[in-house]
């Protein structure tokens, strides 16, 4: 299993996406990174935002089905539910771009924590993804949640048009 990378994603192509479901996160003008899982469900790479570091995410309960806390919330969360498809294309590596160094230390750490939990996440990436498209989510996680099947249409659409 490859090590995990934190991407950038164009934002041109979160605004394409955005256009279809509100659940996409903003990109924020290449500030908000996203953890690149090197991950492939239903033949898509999938790609999932990172939320910084707050006090909240300690006090999530772990077995929370949406969220994947990075050492306990101490160092942010993985929002499973906001993953996208995303074509390798559209995406720029973090860390050799950061220059602030408190920022670039704290990404490391994230990252190395993802790396030394990759089996942890992807299962429990797994287990969302079938739960969803099973039909077996909750409305109050659904409202939050992208439609990784409209998004995998538009994906393909993206990359249809992309190519022409």
Excluded: W
Excluded at 116 to 137: D, P, S, T, V, W
Aim: aromatic share 12%.
């Amino acid at each position: 299993m490859r090590n995990l990378k934190i991407y950038y994603i164009h934002e041109k192509y979160i605004n394409y996406l955005r256009q279809f479901d509100k659940n996409v996160a903003y990109n924020k003008n290449t500030t908000r990174p996203y953890i690149g899982i090197v991950y492939t469900y239903n033949n898509h790479n999938y790609f999932a935002p990172l939320a910084s570091p707050k006090k909240k995410h300690i006090n999530i309960n772990p077995k929370a089905i949406d969220i994947y806390k990075i050492k306990n919330g101490e160092l942010g969360v993985v929002n499973i539910n906001n993953m996208i498809p995303t074509p390798i294309e559209e995406l720029t590596e973090v860390l050799p771009t950061v220059k602030d160094a408190k920022y670039k230390k704290m990404l490391e750490e994230q990252l190395t924590f993802l790396n030394n939990h990759k089996a942890e996440l992807f299962k429990k990436i797994n287990y969302f993804q079938n739960m969803f498209r099973k039909g077996h989510l909750n409305d109050r996680i659904l409202e939050r949640c992208c439609d990784f099947i409209l998004l995998e249409e538009k994906f393909e659409e993206y990359i249809n048009n992309v190519e022409n």
